[in-house]
């Protein structure tokens, strides 16, 4: 007897739930707030010295947060690099969001190559408000560079805009 009346307020909460990346019917994902994040952005964030506004350089990518928490970050650079000069891959990382202010985290990781060796490794992590559209999602980045040997190289901060695709 309750089951019909189960299924209609659970069909009810789920379709009053605006997601725009998710459903459960084309996609696998559920509809809940946290996964309005899932799909893919191209970003441009401008990096520097941490509390300056001086801008060392411009980073542009593509990032792919998959509902769940997941994240895949492919940078706009040519494969390969040049001889003498870092080269990188992918970076992988997760997300996460907050119920109480709306806002996600990411962390990502990816590793440093010169010459073909081993050079390092790299962390981003961003503080993201994803706008009520869910078509920009921007905030402050911290990125750290480590050194082969695990120590510290470089900390760097700025700000990061990703739009979707």
């Known amino acids: 007897m309750h089951a019909p009346r189960l299924l209609g307020l659970s069909l ?3 379709t009053a ?11 696998g994902a559920l ?20 509390g300056s506004d001086v801008v060392f350089f411009q980073v542009r990518n ?16 040519p494969p390969g690099g040049l001889p003498g000069f870092s080269q990188r891959g992918y ?24 010459d073909g060796a ?4 790299q962390t981003v992590e961003r503080q993201i408000l994803l706008s009520s559209d869910g078509k920009v999602a921007a905030g402050p980045v911290t990125t750290t560079l480590y050194a082969a040997d695990g120590s510290v190289a470089a900390v760097l901060c700025g700000h990061a ?3 979707r695709v």
């Open 12 to 14: 009810a909460l789920f």
């Open 91 to 114: 970076a992988l990382g997760t997300w996460k969001f907050n119920p109480l202010n709306g806002r996600y985290t990411m962390r990502l990781r990816f590793e440093w190559f010169l």
């Open 118 to 121: 081993y050079d390092g490794y």
């Open 31 to 50: 509809a809940v707030p946290a996964n309005r994040i899932a799909g893919l952005y191209t970003t441009l964030a401008d990096i520097g010295p941490c």
């Open 17 to 27: 739930t605006s997601v725009h990346a998710a459903n459960p019917l084309t996609d």
């Open 161 to 163: 805009v990703s739009t």
């Open 62 to 77: 593509t990032l792919q947060f998959s509902a769940g928490g997941s994240v895949i970050e492919a940078p706009r650079s």
